[in-house]
């Protein structure tokens, strides 16, 4: 029986090419006393990716160079010799990019795929969602009423936000790339506004979409984008900065030049990286089934078929290609 | 009896001139009941003031044209129909840049000036010294062994930034400009070392300086200080952003390029204004007394002589010119 995974052969300089990735084909290892065999049905993209693949200091260990490249996986057993794990349980664990893994069962989970498809413990019921979860209502805190602004608001993470910000009462305004993303923001997800930043009018339709100023901020994607919402940010509101997309592949970094609105408004700033908060999984994970299994909160993936598509699904993610949340289809 | 006072003659574009001021002579009025006239001993002088002359939104009412000038004041109550105060009473309260001023007791505070000088409570003992305060302990809380960074270390606020850090057993790391005033910082004040930014090797002798990194950063300068600072931060470290004098005059306002620091290490930033947490003087103010009366809290006062002085020590405190709390000596 073989594996195909995909290793990191370069470090990207700027933007990631194809070249930076290399297939490989190896024998799959039979499990010993106390491991599992996992067949990955998909494979999670995620733009937190990108960091690891530089040498630099980041949240997480660096992505090595020869090394299968990291990533959120699920599948199903089929080979057991651990106590808690039998054949057919269907799991989720950090596998990375390749068709089969073996786990001690070190941050091996099942998941109950009776209330949501098995890919859906990848996004809305993964990292992403809880994601949302731990960003909006343990650091911005939303109240009623307020206004909730979210970058990459057709994403696996941002659009969780807007909806969780509806349920809770606040107005939920998305920033997007394109038409066809922010009709689906408001459409499909229902949330108030959505800006088009491609549209080239950032600020006045900031404005126009949060005509009482902006209260909590979930920043996805940083440069431009940020500085538009830190201008009109209200006294006392709140922004977690979940990611910077937009500077994740820039050789030169972007100035932000609204810092002073951070003292002027007494604004409160965290970083966050979901995996610093595991004991929030436990309170939000169910829900998040809750809220997905009743129509409440809605998702949508792009599916790339076949592990050999990873390298040009993953670019795509990093430029805004895809639409929601970006799989992986091994199976 | 006449009372001299100085207003705002015009709003400042880019550096505040003499000429934005303009002094007046008018006549003292006699307090009605319920009101006391102060004659104004010492007139405080602090970068916030500029941010109040700009025609922009700002944490405070902006400085109207042709009004006198914001700012605290300490002085005696020279005529009393208030039951509160008597003829005497030494009292602090915001009469702004003028010799005389009259009150209903609002805003008005008896200070005990047996235990410091009268002065003092409009430094150490005032605004600047429970904003250190509040910055320090309830916004970037310290522990021990942690590592401090303070700019503007010399000035009123930076000073007690610093030496708190040191009572409470952190590494206090101060940036200032000029030899004499880091010498000032480190064997007078006590601060464990401090970085003449004017030196031009900011990043080398943070780093130096810092050689842990930096768990708190109680930012008064922001511009190329505050990305130096972030580069060093540590995971999980704090930023209480008090000032950023730095701007106050810039045309054009600098781009902060280190902004994923805050993500990369999970900083949380706050903007902050001692003001909103009025709540914290009472327990602020008698720690700092106590710290001055005992000598473990040190400071030092830039005086200028007489009201007509004010404006040209204002702008030297904007460029750095002043040595510590930089006040107007009235009488």
Avoid at 104 to 123: E, H, Q, V
Avoid at 203 to 218: E, H
Wanted: proline content about 3%; aromatic content about 8%; overall charge positive.
């Amino acid at each position: 029986m073989e594996n195909k995974r995909i290793v990191m052969a370069s470090r990207p300089a700027g933007w990631v090419t194809e070249s930076n990735f290399r297939i490989e084909t190896v024998p799959v290892s039979a499990p010993k006393d106390g491991e599992v065999l996992v067949k990955i049905h998909w494979l999670s993209l995620d733009p937190y990716m990108r960091g690891r693949m530089n040498d630099t200091k980041s949240y997480a260990a660096k992505q090595e160079i020869d090394a299968v490249m990291v990533g959120g996986t699920v599948g199903e057993v089929v080979e057991s010799k651990h106590p808690k794990f039998r054949v057919g349980d269907q799991v989720s664990g950090m596998f990375g990019w390749q068709q089969y893994g073996l786990s001690d069962g070190t941050g091996l989970n099942k998941i109950d795929a009776s209330r949501a498809p098995m890919s859906a413990f990848l996004g809305v019921l993964g990292m992403p969602g809880v994601t949302a979860w731990v960003g909006l209502l343990d650091i911005c805190q939303p109240k009623e009423g307020e206004t909730v602004v979210v970058s990459a608001a057709s994403g696996a993470v941002g659009s969780v936000v807007g909806q969780i910000a509806k349920l809770k009462g606040a107005r939920a305004v998305g920033i997007a790339g394109g038409k066809a993303k922010c009709d689906y923001v408001v459409n499909e997800l229902g949330f108030d506004a959505c800006i088009d930043y491609k549209a080239g009018r950032l600020n006045d339709d900031l404005r126009a979409a949060a005509p009482k100023g902006i209260d909590c901020c979930f920043e996805n994607v940083g440069g431009e984008i940020l500085d538009a919402v830190l201008k009109q940010m209200n006294a006392f509101s709140r922004i977690a900065v979940c990611g910077l997309i937009s500077q994740y592949n820039a050789t030169e970094a972007y100035g932000v030049k609204t810092f002073q609105s951070i003292l002027t408004n007494r604004i409160k700033v965290q970083g966050f990286i979901v995996s610093d908060r595991m004991e929030l999984w436990a309170k939000a994970l169910p829900e998040l089934i809750g809220w997905v299994a009743s129509g409440k909160i809605k998702y949508r993936e792009t599916v790339a078929n076949g592990l050999e598509s990873a390298p040009k699904a993953f670019i795509g993610l990093l430029k805004g290609e895809n639409f929601g949340k970006q799989l992986v289809k091994l199976v």
